[in-house]
């Protein structure tokens, strides 16, 4: 998976907690992304990131927050975890966008 | 508003078969159309990528064809084997400063023996 780790891997919480996604590279790729992959909808872009500090939102950003303090690292933060946000979220990177590579992915679960 | 749209949902096919899988799009400033392949557990990798510069791209057993004014491509899997069971999306980029991916559905992809 070219150097990507999510942590974690699986996740069960509840409606209203806040949630944070871990995503690591060592590819040192400029830019990292997090979709949601969900079934009839496939896979949705909710932020992504151009550079340390430096990042925009995706079609599907609502209730969703990222941070990027070090090329290496990007958090998805859920600051009020939701039942339809329950998903699977994918970190991708790549040196823009003609070549994506993913993580195994992180099953959140919302109850 | 889906700006990839992706056929069939699900596919069955006998070993040895040809899979296809269609994909159709709006925007025209779409330049780049990758297919990526994803077996469960794992994320997406990519498989095969074309311009719309040319018709064809072939890469082993998979061959994406693309139809400009039509605005269509499509994968097409040759003597399709078991190993290649896995979920298939289309995607597309182009236009703008930054050329983000838009993901077609997915098609769920079943070889049987």
């Known amino acids: 998976d070219a150097g990507i780790t999510q942590s974690p891997r699986h996740k069960v919480t509840e409606t209203g907690t806040p949630v944070t996604l871990r995503c690591h590279q060592t590819e040192n790729h400029r830019y990292m992304y997090w979709y949601r992959q969900d079934p009839g909808h496939g896979l949705r872009l909710i932020h992504y990131?151009?550079?340390?500090?430096?990042?925009d939102k995706g079609e599907v950003s609502d209730g969703y927050s990222v941070s990027r303090s070090k090329t290496e690292d990007f958090l998805l933060t859920l600051e009020s975890a939701t039942s339809s946000q329950t998903s699977v979220y994918f970190c991708?990177?790549?040196?823009?966008?003609?070549?994506?590579?993913f993580g195994s992915g992180t099953q959140l679960s919302v109850l | 508003q889906q700006q990839v749209k992706q056929s069939p949902q699900s596919l069955i096919v006998q070993k040895g078969g040809i899979s296809i899988i269609n994909c159709a799009y709006e925007n025209t400033a779409f330049d780049y159309f990758p297919w990526y392949q994803q077996f469960p557990g794992k994320g997406p990798a990519l498989l095969i990528a074309i311009r719309p510069d040319v018709s064809e791209k072939k890469e082993g057993r998979f061959t994406i064809s693309f139809n400009k004014s039509a605005k269509q491509f499509s994968l097409h899997i040759m003597d399709s084997q078991p190993g290649d069971s896995a979920t298939y999306f289309c995607?597309?980029?182009?236009?703008?400063?930054?050329?983000?991916?838009?993901f077609g559905t997915g098609t769920r992809l079943l070889v049987s023996p």
């Open positions: 995607a597309a980029s182009g236009g703008g400063s930054f050329q983000k991916l838009v």
């Open positions: 991708a990177t790549g040196q823009g966008t003609e070549k994506l590579f």
């Open positions: 990131s151009y550079g340390v500090k430096d990042t």
